[in-house]
């Protein structure tokens, strides 16, 4: 099992930045990779920022490329996900998660942080 949190969410005005925070917990943790969902209502889940297999790399959607920004503290557990320039169109809810395989899909994921970007 694997639990993860978040923190870090709440109500920006357009152009402003967040940073969120998701402390993972369990065992073997470092088997697994993290990165970050959204979730708009209506809309489908987004993998916006993930870390890959491949050494060094990094995924970003093509949505929030130069201006989201993943990094981890690995002796925390703990994986942040750094929002600058934020847009209305960044609203959603916000989900860490992990998987062992590829981001197709994940293993577990947190509770889910509100991002709310306002015009």
């Known amino acids: 099992q694997v639990q993860l949190g978040e923190s870090g969410g709440g109500l920006v005005q357009a152009g402003g930045s967040l940073r969120l925070s998701c402390a993972a917990s369990?065992?073997?943790?470092?088997?697994?990779?993290m990165g970050w969902f959204r979730q708009a209502p209506g809309k489908e889940r987004e993998l916006v920022a993930a870390f890959t297999w491949t050494f060094g790399r990094t995924y970003y959607a093509d949505s929030v490329k130069g201006r989201f920004t993943i990094s981890r503290d690995s002796a925390k557990n703990t994986v942040y996900l750094q929002m600058n320039s934020l847009k209305p169109e960044d609203t959603a809810v916000y989900y860490c998660?992990?998987?062992?395989?590829?981001?197709?899909?994940?293993?577990?994921r947190g509770q889910g942080t509100q991002v709310t970007v306002s015009s």
């Open positions: 998660a992990v998987t062992r395989g590829s981001w197709t899909t994940y293993d577990y």
């Open positions: 369990g065992r073997t943790i470092s088997n697994y990779l």
